[in-house]
């Protein structure tokens, strides 16, 4: 069974770098057509794509974040991480990590419980 855990501030000041790290335990990032997810829920909106870092440590963004966003991974601790820079009040979220697989589209099989991040001053 495939589990991911979000770790990081619960709080970030506005122009600050939001930093979120997920680690997974009973898989490994690296297997092949696997692909890590950072998504978001604003307060009161749906579910909000950010990018994916793949098996093979390709990266893809969502076009309105692709400025700010960055993800990464260190394989020696199965983890991967999210940063996203100038954050503002609009981006206070719950900040979820998940799995996915391809087949066209991003088919997600395991979730991580999601953390709340607070943008404010």
């Known amino acids: 069974q495939v589990q991911l855990q979000e770790s990081g501030p619960g709080l970030v000041k506005p122009s600050q770098t939001l930093s979120l790290t997920c680690t997974v335990s009973g898989g490994s990032i690296t297997t092949n057509y696997y692909y890590w997810s950072w998504i978001r829920q604003p307060p009161g909106k749906g579910l909000e794509w950010m990018g994916v870092?793949?098996?093979?440590?390709?990266?893809y963004y969502s076009p309105s974040l692709k400025s700010r966003t960055s993800i990464s991974r260190d394989t020696s601790k199965n983890q991967f991480t999210l940063q996203l820079s100038s954050v503002a009040p609009e981006d206070t979220a719950v900040y979820y990590c998940a799995r996915a697989y391809s087949t066209g589209l991003y088919e997600y099989d395991f979730w991580g419980q999601g953390t709340q991040v607070t943008v404010s001053s």
């Open positions: 870092i793949a098996y093979s440590g390709s990266t």
